[in-house]
């Protein structure tokens, strides 16, 4: 198993935080959504919030690669569809790369 932290920012908007974390709700997950991360090689995965400031831990088996996951991201359209809609909440963290949502970051602490 492999263990990945990542960090997006949403807009500082309270309606579209409220909106940003209904669709993340149980009962609104897209279930082709649900499949594609796991059959990527996702064993679980978590978003946290506090603010505008997310925080994603990944858990992930020996399948799963950022490229293998793109790669099936870019050639299914549900995928694509809920991209786009995630734009409308999200942005890119200060630092990031053009286009970049999610990034990585880095462990400096472990117990």
């Known amino acids: ?7 997006c920012d949403l807009v500082d908007d309270e309606a579209l935080i409220a909106e940003y974390e209904r669709w993340h709700r149980h009962e609104n997950k897209w279930p082709e959504i649900m499949k594609s991360i796991t059959d990527a090689g996702v064993t679980n ?45 999200q942005q890119a963290i200060p630092g990031s790369k053009p286009g970049e949502k999610w990034v990585f970051m880095d462990k400096i602490f472990q117990l």
């Open 45 to 89: 995965m978590e978003i946290y919030r506090f603010g505008t400031r997310l925080f994603m831990i990944m858990e992930t088996d020996d399948t799963f690669t950022f490229e293998r996951k793109a790669a099936m991201d870019e050639g299914n359209p549900k995928v694509q569809e809920w991209e786009q809609l995630m734009w409308k909440f």
């Open 1 to 7: 198993m492999k263990k990945y932290c990542l960090a």
